[in-house]
């Protein structure tokens, strides 16, 4: 009895979204990757249980470990941004000035 | 999942209050997105209204951070412009994983999440541009800034 293509994508969701919460640059790019790998190497394979238990672990071991991670921060790479959240566009920037003067 | 606890907490606890979105006008207008400090000559009458600040994104801002986080990923038509009437599978030609991907990097950006009903619905640029639109919650960007 295998997951269906729903589950496996709200598998693949969460783990993305796990991997972002690392806050170092080589650990959230790394989980990334791997995820990206795993998912595009199993994709037409029928018969997925043991590949989708496989996924379940590493999200909760994602998890513990982004959360570990934010406890014990390093100092920040050249590589990281300050803000995690948002990169400035400046088209965006430029329009949002307009709109201020 | 500190960001989960802290996203519910804050959905819970609307700022209603007229000492924070004060507190949250005037930061807003002292300080910026990328934390960049510029100098405000006067605060402008608007932002000086006790009421909901609403939200300062607009239609153009969000397709613009969204045009430029789908032009990170390697897409068919990376020459081409991409709008609202843009399609993730036939135009971009990305696969259910490729569009997932580009789900979570939208929710990165824009401090949303989609839940899976949507994620399973959305078919174009601009259905994703309306629900980050829906979904933004301003007072959270300031609450952040405080936070921190």
Known sequence: ?101 | MFRQIAYAARNSAKLASRAATFRAATLRATTSVGSMMRPVAFTPVKFMRFSSTGSSLTKEDVLARTVSVLKTFELKNSTDKIELETQFTKDLGMDSLDYNDALVALEEEFDVVFDDKSANEIKTVGETVSYVLKNYLPEQQDLDKEVR
């Open chain 1, 1 to 101: 009895m295998s997951a269906s293509r729903t589950q496996v994508l709200q598998l693949y969701r969460n783990l993305l979204r796990a991997s972002h919460e690392f806050e170092s640059y080589n650990f959230r790019e790394f989980f990334l990757r791997k995820t990206r790998k795993d998912f595009k190497q199993f994709r037409g394979v029928e018969d997925n249980k043991k590949f989708y238990k496989e996924g379940l672990k590493q999200l909760g071991i994602i998890r513990r470990q982004s959360m570990i991670s934010q406890m014990y921060p390093f100092e920040k790479m050249v590589v990281e941004r300050v803000d995690e959240k948002h990169h400035e566009i400046p088209e965006a920037v430029e329009a949002r000035d307009e709109r201020k003067i």
